[in-house]
């Protein structure tokens, strides 16, 4: 398997550099920052959330697990990859989080992607892929009863991650090959623009705490993504400069290589701890 983002592209933009990547201790940092309506029409093909949309990022797995695997005192149950939605709840957001148990403590080893509409009808459109039905693609185990960790797959545990959605199932692809992905929806969608929203890194809401993973090179495409798209955003386990990739669309790009500005749309998050931690 090529590299898993260990080779640094080399570029005079300071803009994005290639050194470091923004780390969170899952305690207590996060980084965050309050959208509206505006922003949601900007990042979403369709001007609604979660349409015509898609998720490039790396990711570093370096959070810590307690207990045995398999029982309720494993911890953690989720990692929050990133979050847009309400603030205080899971509805009217679309998030990435990959989840080691469920709230009984059986093991599940998948990476969602989960779309909610409002509170009172709860419709969504969940998809998740079982890393360890792709375990030539992944390298994550055979079975559920394995996990996604620092030392596998190889390397220093990078993963290139990709999210995407037109108007009906999500699709993901791990370092630049599709999942197979398995549906898990209710209702008929039909999100609202209209409230209060937060785009959330580290921390998601007050009764889910924060998540401790490394992070860089964060990108929101106003269109559905395709296999070749995330070929190229792959690259090969390079890391580089997403505005070079032709792929047309780009709304927010966050290099979260020094800070945590989007040098795309302008949509500066606000960082609460987190550090810049070399490569």
Same mark, same amino acid.
């Given at each position: 398997?090529?590299?898993?983002?260990?080779?640094?592209?080399?570029?005079?933009?300071?803009?994005?550099?290639?050194?470091?990547?923004? !780390?969170?201790? $899952?305690?207590?940092?996060?980084?965050?920052?309050?959208?509206?309506?505006?922003?949601?029409?900007?990042?979403?093909?369709?001007?609604?959330?979660?349409?015509?949309?898609?998720?490039?990022? *790396?990711?570093?797995?370096? *959070?810590? !697990?307690?207990?045995?695997?398999?029982?309720?005192?494993?911890?953690?149950?989720?990692?929050?990859?990133?979050?847009?939605?309400?603030?205080?709840?899971?509805?009217?957001?679309?998030?990435?989080?990959?989840?080691?148990?469920?709230?009984?403590?059986?093991?599940? +080893?998948?990476?969602?992607?989960?779309?909610?509409?409002?509170? $009172?009808?709860?419709?969504?459109?969940?998809?998740?892929?079982?890393?360890?039905? +792709?375990?030539?693609?992944?390298?994550? &185990?055979?079975?559920?009863?394995?996990?996604?960790?620092?030392?596998?797959?190889?390397?220093? $545990?990078?993963?290139?991650?990709?999210?995407?959605?037109?108007?009906?199932?999500?699709?993901?692809?791990?370092?630049?090959?599709?999942?197979?992905?398995?549906?898990?929806? !209710?209702?008929?969608?039909?999100?609202?623009?209209?409230?209060?929203?937060?785009?959330?890194?580290?921390?998601? +809401?007050?009764?889910?705490?924060?998540?401790?993973? &490394?992070?860089?090179?964060?990108?929101?495409?106003?269109?559905?993504?395709?296999?070749?798209?995330?070929?190229?955003?792959?690259? !090969?386990?390079?890391?580089?400069?997403?505005?070079?990739?032709?792929?047309?669309?780009?709304?927010?790009?966050?290099?979260? +290589?020094?800070?945590?500005?989007?040098?795309? &749309?302008?949509?500066?998050?606000?960082?609460?701890?987190?550090?810049?931690?070399?490569?």
């Amino acid at each position: 398997m090529l590299g898993l983002g260990n080779s640094i592209s080399t570029t005079p933009d300071f803009e994005w550099g290639g050194s470091r990547f923004l !780390s969170f201790d $899952g305690t207590d940092d996060k980084a965050e920052l309050n959208v509206n309506a505006g922003f949601i029409s900007s990042v979403a093909g369709e001007g609604n959330i979660g349409a015509n949309i898609g998720f490039s990022f *790396w990711i570093k797995p370096t *959070w810590d !697990s307690s207990g045995t695997l398999g029982t309720t005192g494993f911890a953690p149950r989720n990692i929050r990859l990133f979050y847009l939605g309400a603030p205080a709840d899971n509805h009217e957001s679309i998030q990435g989080y990959y989840q080691l148990t469920n709230s009984s403590g059986v093991t599940q +080893n998948r990476l969602w992607t989960e779309l909610r509409a409002t509170t $009172g009808s709860n419709t969504r459109d969940n998809d998740f892929s079982a890393l360890h039905s +792709n375990n030539s693609i992944t390298g994550t &185990g055979t079975g559920s009863s394995n996990h996604w960790k620092t030392d596998n797959p190889s390397g220093e $545990g990078w993963v290139h991650i990709v999210m995407t959605r037109a108007t009906g199932n999500s699709t993901q692809y791990w370092n630049g090959q599709a999942l197979s992905m398995t549906d898990s929806d !209710s209702g008929t969608l039909n999100t609202d623009n209209s409230i209060a929203r937060v785009m959330r890194f580290g921390g998601h +809401n007050p009764s889910s705490g924060f998540s401790k993973y &490394g992070i860089r090179d964060f990108a929101i495409f106003s269109q559905q993504l395709d296999s070749d798209d995330a070929a190229t955003l792959y690259n !090969s386990g390079n890391f580089f400069d997403v505005r070079t990739s032709g792929i047309s669309n780009l709304g927010v790009y966050y290099p979260f +290589n020094e800070h945590v500005r989007d040098i795309v &749309g302008g949509h500066n998050l606000t960082l609460t701890g987190g550090t810049f931690t070399a490569l």
